[in-house]
């Protein structure tokens, strides 16, 4: 069996041309502080090609008349060194890999690079060893990650099914006087009995007020009673991302004004959902979604005065200041691209991952009332594009106010 990965080989043969070469590293172990090393993860350009997860390795991948042309470099197996780490995969293992055409010591990499053709475009992060003019790697590779093949989508899809563990034991054990830290290790209980310690982020575990920092990661604060907990987490699964948000109340019934903002939040989602269809853009699909949440919000007073002027003013933009999503795979945040060559707005296809996840973040202000206060709520889940519409990978998780009550009263 090789340690490459066919899907993805076939989606760089179309996207290169040949005699174009790309360069793709694992990437260095990196220091957390002293002697103590971050757990190591391979690049996820490379995870896209290899299984391998070890420092300092190489794969350079030329389109030739006859196909591709795969050179390995990587570091040797070491029995000390294997004697304190898991050990390195040994180079005559790798030799015997039917797709690879050569395999050679991490240390000849720089060599080889200067014996490059030079007739067609390289592609390359960059990195102190690349001394050759290259072109962005993510020109190549954003193309080739946009649609997702089925062994892609099965590890997304148990991704998600181990975050669902975690958000719905969350709803059903979180009480005031907890603290965030708690409930971030409970999230993962389930993944870790299946052996699974990754996260695809870190995950924000908001109570109250703190629902309103996008990104809060100190998750060390207690939970207060009659206020809502935002839980953005998702596991990860080979290297594969889940990103899914839920919002809860702490005391386990949303108050009046909590349930009216909630129920702007999951209309404007569900709508989105509903037009998350082939063709659909990121733009338009952005601007529905702000225009809705302005009608709802004027619908149950939280705004008042007109639409036009809301609109005239950004007041929108106060209260939800961030996308309405993003692509998603080996990174949270797919890096692929959201216009074409020529500079215009990819449109949906079959096989792309999106998350959907408005939101709405109410920080105290004189001219909101104060029932409104300190609220923040968002909801996201994981969508496939398919040839019949949206198909919502993470359905399974609890977010209506209904379903949402009921798992947090057992």
């Known amino acids: ?65 006859k196909g591709l042309k795969i050179n390995l470099f990587k570091k ?34 720089p060599a080889f690079l200067q014996s490059l053709p030079t007739g067609g475009n390289i592609f390359s992060d960059p990195h102190a060893l690349i001394e050759i003019k290259t072109l962005p790697l993510n020109q190549i590779m954003g193309k080739c990650r946009m649609l997702k093949k089925d062994a892609e989508l099965s590890d997304i899809q148990k991704a998600i099914n181990l975050s669902a563990h975690g958000h719905k034991k969350l709803m059903q054990t979180t009480l005031p006087g907890m603290n965030e830290a708690q409930l971030a290790l409970t999230f993962m209980h389930e993944a870790a009995k299946h052996g699974i310690s990754e996260q695809a982020y870190p995950p924000i575990i908001a109570g109250g007020e703190r629902a309103c920092i996008l990104h809060y990661c100190e998750n060390n604060q207690p939970l207060q009673p009659d206020t809502l907990v935002l839980i953005d987490a998702g596991i990860e699964v080979n290297g594969y991302a889940s990103d899914i948000t839920r919002t809860f109340p702490v005391s386990g019934k949303f108050s ?89 707005e990819v449109a949906f296809e079959a096989g792309m991952v999106i998350t959907i996840e408005p939101g709405i973040y109410v920080r105290p202000s004189p001219d909101i009332d104060e029932k409104w206060h300190n609220i923040g709520i968002r909801i996201e889940d994981d969508i496939l594009i398919t040839e019949t519409g949206a198909k919502v990978l993470s359905a399974h998780i609890p977010k209506t106010i209904d379903e949402i009550e009921a798992l947090c009263q057992k």
């Not at 780490?85 to 055409?101: F, H, V, W």
């Open 1 to 65: 069996m090789s340690i490459l990965k066919p899907f993805a080989l076939t989606q760089l043969q179309a996207h290169l041309k040949t005699g174009e070469i790309c360069i793709i590293l694992s990437g260095e172990e990196k220091t957390r502080n002293h002697d103590v090393h971050y757990p190591f993860r391979a690049s996820s350009h490379f995870k896209y090609f290899c299984t391998l997860n070890e420092t300092d390795c190489a794969l350079v991948i030329e389109k030739t008349h």
């Open 76 to 109: 040797p197996y070491d029995a000390q060194s294997a004697l304190w780490t898991s050990g390195r995969m040994p180079l005559n293992q790798a030799k015997e890999d039917p797709l690879i055409e050569d395999v050679a010591l991490f240390e000849q990499f």
């Open 256 to 344: 009046p004004a909590q349930k009216a903002l909630y129920e702007v939040v999951l209309a404007v989602q569900a709508h989105a959902i509903e037009h998350a269809i082939i063709g659909q853009t990121w733009s338009k699909l952005n601007q529905e979604a702000k225009d809705l949440m302005l009608d709802k919000l004027l619908e149950i007073g939280f705004l008042s005065g007109t639409k036009i002027n809301h609109q005239k003013n950004n007041t929108l933009s106060k209260y939800f200041y961030h996308g309405l999503g993003h692509w998603l795979g080996l990174d949270v945040h797919d890096p692929c691209p959201y216009k074409n060559s020529d500079a215009q």
